[in-house]
Nanobody, 124 residues
Framework: RVQLVESGGGSVQIGGSLRLSCKVS?????????MAWFRQIPGTEREGVAS???????WYSDPVNGRFAISQDIAKNTLYLQMNNLKLEDSGMYYC?????????????????WGQGTQVTVSS
């Protein structure tokens, strides 16, 4: 079955950086797919952060635009999220997601494969 495993989370101070990774297994990347990073704080809805598609097009939510960068290495079946200039409000559980459809989306309902998440904590 398709599995997504996130890594790279941790604790960092305001202004610091982290790089998240998401390893995808048992999935064949075809001509059309999309991947994304979401984050969630307990008691709130899952929030789309960044999306990337099979053409390397990208889309970022307004709160992270200019600070985060999503990328992919299909040869390694891995998705990345470089997070710079981290703020307190960036704390949360970060999930990667995958769908066998083209285009970009920051909506959770647009994805059918999900990882278990990696925790990011930003402190002062």
């Amino acid at each position: 079955r398709v599995q997504l495993v996130e890594s790279g989370g941790g604790s960092v101070q305001i202004g610091g950086s982290l790089r998240l990774s998401c390893k995808v297994s048992s999935y064949t990347f075809s001509n059309r797919y999309r991947m994304a990073w979401f984050r969630q704080i307990p008691g709130t809805e899952r929030e789309g952060v960044a999306s990337i598609d099979n053409d390397d097009a990208t889309w970022y939510s307004d709160p992270v635009n200019g600070r985060f960068a999503i990328s992919q290495d299909i040869a390694k079946n891995t998705l990345y999220l470089q997070m710079n200039n981290l703020k307190l409000e960036d704390s949360g559980m970060y999930y990667c997601a995958l769908a066998s459809l083209g285009g970009l989306s920051l909506l959770p309902r647009s994805y059918n494969y999900w990882g278990q998440g990696t925790q990011v904590t930003v402190s002062s």
